[in-house]
T-cell receptor, first 115, second 113 residues
Framework: KAGVTQTPRYLIKTRGQQVTLSCSPISGHRSVSWYQQTPGQGLQFLFEYFSETQRNKGNFPGRFSGRQFSNSRSEMNVSTLELGDSALYLC??????????????FGPGTRLLVL | SQQGEEDPQALSIQEGENATMNCSYKTSINNLQWYRQNSGRGLVHLILIRSNEREKHSGRLRVTLDTSKKSSSLLITASRAADTASYFCATGTSGAGSYQLTFGKGTKLSVIP
């Protein structure tokens, strides 16, 4: 099976712009989670989607949003970019519908630089 | 917020030696997972240990979990240069039909050939 793919891999934006990142999960996986990784804060959970519904959300401002499509592909959007949004954004997919299927498989990430 | 905290933050060893990394966490968990990350790339899942398990092996990896002390350790035996990476523990908690991983800040392992 193909792994989790993320596009684009690298992105440069300026403050105030918005950005959309895309994630395609492993075939058959319906749960998609997003994480932000920075040197200062480490890996932080953004949100999780399952069957097009956001089931869980981390402690991030409303500028960070996401959605999931019927084919389980997911996008996350960051509006009004700030310098502090520069980070590696990681997407992970899993089968998870019940205990026993919790392993999350990560994509290579999208590295966002905000100037 | 960080749930797991790895110790040490950085570890440098010679090839062939064993590497031990520790993780402590604060709240009750369903399971604990260890991941590896090479140079800011995606994370690779190494092993999952459930809250009712005490030890688990996978190849050269050995993970222990002590829920009474809220701690876990990852042992890599006979390390290789290719093991050079950052290692993260992640605690898994579920609730309201959802499941969330909370990561520590990681241990940076350098294996010197």
């Amino acid at each position: 099976k193909a792994g989790v793919t993320q596009t684009p891999r690298y992105l440069i934006k300026t403050r105030g712009q918005q950005v959309t990142l895309s994630c395609s999960p492993i075939s058959g996986h319906r749960s998609v989670s997003w994480y932000q990784q920075t040197p200062g804060q480490g890996l932080q959970f953004l949100f999780e989607y399952f069957s097009e519904t956001q089931r869980n959300k981390g402690n991030f401002p409303g500028r960070f949003s996401g959605r999931q499509f019927s084919n389980s592909r997911s996008e996350m959007n960051v509006s009004t970019l700030e310098l502090g949004d520069s980070a590696l954004y990681l997407c992970a997919s899993s089968l998870y519908t019940a205990p026993g299927q919790e392993t999350q498989y990560f994509g290579p990430g999208t590295r966002l630089l905000v100037l | 917020s960080q749930q797991g905290e790895e110790d040490p933050q950085a570890l440098s060893i010679q090839e062939g030696e064993n590497a031990t990394m520790n993780c402590s966490y604060k709240t009750s968990i369903n399971n604990l997972q260890w991941y590896r990350q090479n140079s800011g790339r995606g994370l690779v899942h190494l092993i999952l240990i459930r809250s009712n398990e005490r030890e688990k092996h996978s190849g050269r990896l050995r993970v222990t979990l002590d829920t009474s002390k809220k701690s876990s350790s990852l042992l890599i035996t006979a390390s290789r240069a290719a093991d050079t990476a950052s290692y993260f523990c992640a605690t898994g908690t579920s609730g309201a039909g959802s499941y969330q991983l909370t990561f520590g800040k990681g241990t940076k392992l350098s294996v010197i050939p």
